[in-house]
C-alpha cells in the first residue's frame, strides 16, 4: 500500500538577455516521443512512478460513462472504490508534508467531523483525436517570436508539448486544452463557521476557443485565443460591473475588456505591468473562470525547474 506522494513545479521568474530571433521547435527525434509511447500526446511522462501512487495513462475515459451525471459530469465514477487510508487529526503529523496549512487548520478545528479520505489515483484526462494531432504538428511548427510576446505556427493544441524553458511552460498554460465553446449558470455562496449559507450572486458564464474550432488552422487564425461574458443575474443592483466580455489574444495589447452597467458600457484596460511588479513589458493576460489575470512577459522572464 502507497500512502505519499509529491510532484512539483516550479516556475522561476529570472531576467535573461533578448533573444536575437525566433525560438525553433524541437527536434523530429524528440517530437516522435509524442507518438511511440514515451510521452502522452501532450508531453506528460506516460509512466507512472515508482510506488504506484501515480498510475500509468492509458489514454483516459474516452466513451460514455455509466451512472448519474450532473449535467454532463458523472458523479458515479469508481463507485466501488474503498480509500486506501485516512487523515484524521490524529494522524496529520505522518502527512504533513503534503497538507496545507489551511487543511490542517480544519482538522485541527474540527477533529471529530473533518478527514480527508485518500483513494487510488487515476488518470482520466482524455482529449479528441484531432488535438493529439494539432500538438504533434505543434512541436514542430510552433515558435516564439523574437520578444517571446508572441508566438507562431501554432493551432489547437498546447504549442509546447515538449517545453524547453520557462516562457514556453507560461504559453503552454494560456493556450491550454479546452473546449471549442463553454456556458453555464452558477452561484456564489458564502459559508460561514456557523454553518448558515448566503446566497452572494447568481451568474452566467459563456467561453469561446477560438484555436479549437473546427476547422482552424495556425495560417488563419487571428491570434484571439479565448474570450468569456459574465454576465451577473442576482442580485439585480450591486457595486460591482454586472457584466463583462472580454478578448484575450497572443500579441499583447490592453485594452480588450468592456464591462456594462445600467446600459453604459465602458472598456478598460488591462493593466500593462502587474501591480505588485515594477518590471515594464507588455502583458500576456490570461483568464480563470471569469478573471483576468496579467502575467508579464518581457524578454526572458520564465525559466523552469523541475517537471513540467
Not at 147 to 176: A, S, Y
Not at 182 to 195: E, K, L, Q, T
Not at 200 to 206: D, G, L, P, Y
Amino acid at each position: 500500500m502507497y500512502k505519499k506522494a509529491t510532484l512539483g513545479v516550479v516556475l522561476v521568474g529570472v531576467m535573461l538577455g533578448a533573444p536575437q530571433g525566433a525560438l525553433a521547435a524541437v527536434s523530429a527525434e524528440e517530437a516522435a516521443k509524442l507518438r511511440n509511447g514515451t510521452l502522452t500526446p501532450l508531453g506528460a511522462e506516460r509512466a507512472g512512478n515508482a510506488d504506484g501512487s501515480i498510475p500509468p495513462w492509458d489514454g483516459g475515459i474516452t466513451k460514455p460513462v455509466p451512472g448519474n451525471m450532473l449535467g454532463d459530469i458523472p458523479t458515479q465514477l469508481f463507485a466501488n472504490e474503498k480509500p486506501l487510508f485516512q487523515v484524521t487529526a490524529r494522524n496529520m503529523a505522518e502527512y504533513a508534508a503534503l497538507l496545507s496549512d489551511g487543511t490542517k487548520a480544519l482538522l485541527q478545528k474540527y477533529p471529530d467531523s473533518f478527514r480527508l479520505d485518500v483513494y487510488p489515483g487515476h488518470r482520466t484526462a482524455a482529449a479528441p483525436q484531432v488535438v493529439y494531432d494539432n500538438i504533434a504538428k505543434n512541436a514542430l511548427d510552433c515558435s516564439i517570436k523574437e520578444g517571446w510576446d508572441t508566438i507562431k505556427g501554432c493551432i489547437g493544441g498546447i504549442p509546447f508539448p515538449i517545453p524547453q524553458r520557462g516562457v514556453e511552460v507560461m504559453w503552454n498554460h494560456l493556450l491550454r486544452v479546452e473546449a471549442p465553446a463553454i456556458d453555464y449558470r452558477f452561484r456564489n455562496i458564502v459559508g460561514g463557521a456557523d454553518g448558515v449559507h448566503t446566497l452572494a450572486t447568481r451568474n452566467e458564464i459563456a467561453f469561446q476557443y477560438p484555436p479549437y474550432y473546427q476547422g482552424a488552422n495556425a495560417k488563419d487564425w487571428s491570434g484571439e485565443y479565448a474570450m468569456f461574458r459574465y454576465t451577473t443575474i442576482e442580485p439585480p443592483a450591486s457595486r460591482w460591473s454586472p457584466a463583462t466580455v472580454s478578448m484575450a489574444s497572443i500579441r499583447a495589447r490592453p485594452g480588450n475588456t468592456w464591462s456594462a452597467s445600467g446600459g453604459c458600457a465602458v472598456r478598460r484596460p488591462f493593466p500593462t505591468t502587474p501591480p505588485t511588479s515594477s518590471r515594464p513589458g507588455p502583458t500576456i493576460s490570461t483568464r480563470f473562470r471569469g478573471s483576468s489575470v496579467p502575467w508579464i512577459a518581457t524578454s526572458g522572464s520564465w525559466s523552469a525547474s523541475g517537471k513540467c
